[in-house]
């Protein structure tokens, strides 16, 4: 309403909205169907934000969009800090009901490079580029897959966005500039 506005009885002026707890829409694409279920994780990042907050699905339906030919999905989200709003944008990772090894680096060493993203490790110390796919995350740490990464491979955490293949790398004891992936199982 502007101020000077005439107004009837019962017209609603304003809208009282509690964030509190937000609810999310989200498009599942119909291959990813059935393995997804009410109650599985979601991580939710608004775009504006780096912090990633932790929801729940809480509807599916079982009716595709007529016009994406996806799946509705209901995610819930406590907001306690508030950082969500009406009308944001997020981008979801939601958790496929899938069990699977995989081997997992610190989110700081992923490198994007156009639609390629990377990870630097160290071979006989120069830096090597391998090519990774992002599988799943739970906000630090990532599981990836690469035929080239193996488990306690070094990998270039810091400073890795100014690292080219082939460039000599140095390592110090005060502040380690690599760590090693580690074996993660996701459910």
Do not use: C
């Not at 007529?66 to 508030?82: A, C, F, L």
């Amino acid at each position: 309403m502007d101020i000077g506005s005439w107004v009837t009885a019962g017209l609603p002026v304003f809208e009282m909205v509690d964030i509190s707890k937000i609810k999310i829409m989200a498009d599942l694409p119909e291959q990813y169907f059935g393995q997804l279920r009410t109650g599985s994780k979601v991580l939710v990042q608004a775009s504006s934000q780096d912090q990633l907050i932790h929801g729940v699905v809480v509807g599916l339906s079982p009716s595709a969009s007529n016009e994406t030919h996806t799946y509705p999905v209901i995610i819930e989200v406590m907001n306690e800090n508030e950082k969500l709003a009406s009308g944001m944008l997020v981008q979801i990772t939601l958790f496929l009901n899938e069990e699977f090894s995989s081997v997992a680096i610190p989110k700081d060493a992923i490198v994007r490079q156009g639609n390629n993203t990377i990870v630097y490790t160290i071979t006989e110390g120069k830096a090597t580029l391998v090519p990774v796919t992002i599988i799943a995350t739970d906000g630090a740490m990532l599981a990836v897959d690469s035929p080239m990464l193996k488990v306690d491979m070094e990998v270039i955490v810091r400073g890795n966005e100014r690292v080219y293949p082939g460039a000599d790398v140095m390592t110090g004891n005060e502040e380690p500039a690599t760590e090693t992936p580690a074996e993660t199982e996701e459910k």
